[in-house]
């Protein structure tokens, strides 16, 4: 009856424990996010790298990383964090649409048309975003000719 008792308080000091660094880890990631809305980026990275470090599988945690890299015109460390969510979460659109971008930028036509397509069958929320994308890609792709 003793082992139970123990076992029992033993696991509920766990779960406590576990609710607590859970707490610790989104406070990181809020006052990440609200620092990013307050435009104040280098703190924002800050609180969002922290967060990662409590959480490795913080998808959203690199997002915003990513975003944070964007601003600063680093695409090289956008990637970075976007490969990073689309590892944790093949499926964040908001990820493979940054992607797109960057492999529009770089000219990569054939891993944008695979991202197109990856796109297209997941989105949900940015599924407007199918027909801007489609245009730049003829855009390019006609600047392109008219150069050879």
Do not use: R, W
């Not at 029992?8 to 989104?26: C, G, W």
């Amino acid at each position: 009856m003793n082992y139970f008792i123990y076992s029992f308080k033993a696991l509920i000091l766990f779960f406590f424990l576990i609710s607590s660094v859970a707490a610790k880890e989104s406070k990181y990631f809020n006052d990440g996010k609200k620092l990013f809305l307050e435009k104040d980026f280098e703190k924002s990275k800050f609180y969002f790298e922290k967060d990662i470090v409590f959480n490795p599988k913080s998808e959203n945690a690199y997002l915003y990383l990513a975003k944070i890299h964007e601003k600063n015109n680093n695409k090289k460390k956008q990637e970075i964090n976007l490969n990073n969510v689309l590892i944790l979460n093949p499926k964040n659109e908001e990820a493979i649409y940054m992607m797109m971008k960057i492999k529009i930028s770089e000219s990569d036509f054939l891993e944008t048309d695979i991202l197109l397509k990856k796109f297209e069958l997941i989105c949900t929320s940015l599924c407007s975003k199918k027909s801007e994308i489609k245009k730049e890609i003829n855009n390019l792709s006609n600047n392109t000719l008219e150069k050879n």
